[in-house]
């Protein structure tokens, strides 16, 4: 059965780091998003990409969040200067039709992120 | 605005025993609802949805769930525990544009031999 996957599974690095979290979705999926959880917190969006461009972010995404599809298979979240609070499980999901609400998202195993 | 509430932070059950875990809905519009699992160290595994139709949706790992529209509940049930569900378990419904979903804060089960 097709999985998202993630890489790394742990990234640790120095505060004002930059960090690339990686992610591949499920091939056929269309829409693609990156979620984070706070440890103990509750698992909270950050943003949505369609078509390839941005379709929706949260107030937590700003300007020192980005993402990318760089080829046909990758999604990448980046956070240019990292703080101690992006300390987290990111997770990336993806789903197969960007047209539905009652599309099943399918998410990754998740990266830890601890910013030292 | 699209939410879900989860009311009980915590559910203990002994092993053989009917296990639910309480999810309230507010959506505006037709309810779409799911429920995840994340087993310790892993991410969200998909085990039901509603859409339309059948109150009672059947999913994985023998799993249940009622939609009850007159009390704005999406409980998920199953008949005998196993001590294997213990896990953390969300209520997820999705909004906006983005489609994204806006989480219940979870529930942490705890099934007992």
């Known amino acids: 059965e097709p999985e998202v996957t993630q890489t790394p599974s742990h990234q640790v690095t120095q505060m004002g780091q930059e960090v690339i979290l990686r992610c591949v979705p499920i091939s056929n999926h269309l829409y693609f998003y990156w979620y984070r959880q706070i440890l103990g917190q509750k698992v909270e969006f950050l943003v949505s990409f369609y078509n390839n461009e941005i379709s929706e972010k949260s107030e937590i995404f700003d300007d020192q969040f980005s993402v990318e599809r760089p080829d046909g298979s990758n999604f990448t979240l980046k956070i240019r200067s990292t703080k101690l609070e992006d300390s987290a499980m990111y997770f990336c999901?993806?789903?197969?039709?960007?047209?539905?609400?009652?599309?099943?998202?399918?998410f990754g195993p998740g990266t830890r992120l601890t910013v030292l | 605005a699209q939410s879900v509430a989860q009311p009980e932070d915590q559910v203990n059950v002994a092993e053989g025993n009917p296990l639910t875990v309480k999810c309230t809905y507010s959506v505006s519009g037709n309810p779409y609802l799911f429920w995840y699992v994340q087993y310790p160290n892993r991410g969200l595994q998909f085990l039901l949805k509603?859409?339309?139709?059948?109150?009672l949706v059947k999913g994985s790992y023998g799993f249940e769930a009622e939609f009850n529209k007159s009390q704005t509940s999406f409980h998920l049930k199953k008949p005998s525990a196993l001590v294997s569900d213990s896990a953390l378990y969300f209520c997820?419904?999705?909004?906006?544009?983005?489609?994204?979903?806006?989480f219940g804060p979870g529930t942490r089960l705890s099934v007992l031999p």
């Open positions: 509603y859409i339309t139709g059948d109150n």
């Open positions: 997820a419904v999705p909004r906006g544009y983005g489609q994204n979903f806006v």
């Open positions: 999901a993806s789903k197969r039709t960007g047209t539905g609400y009652a599309d099943t998202q399918y």
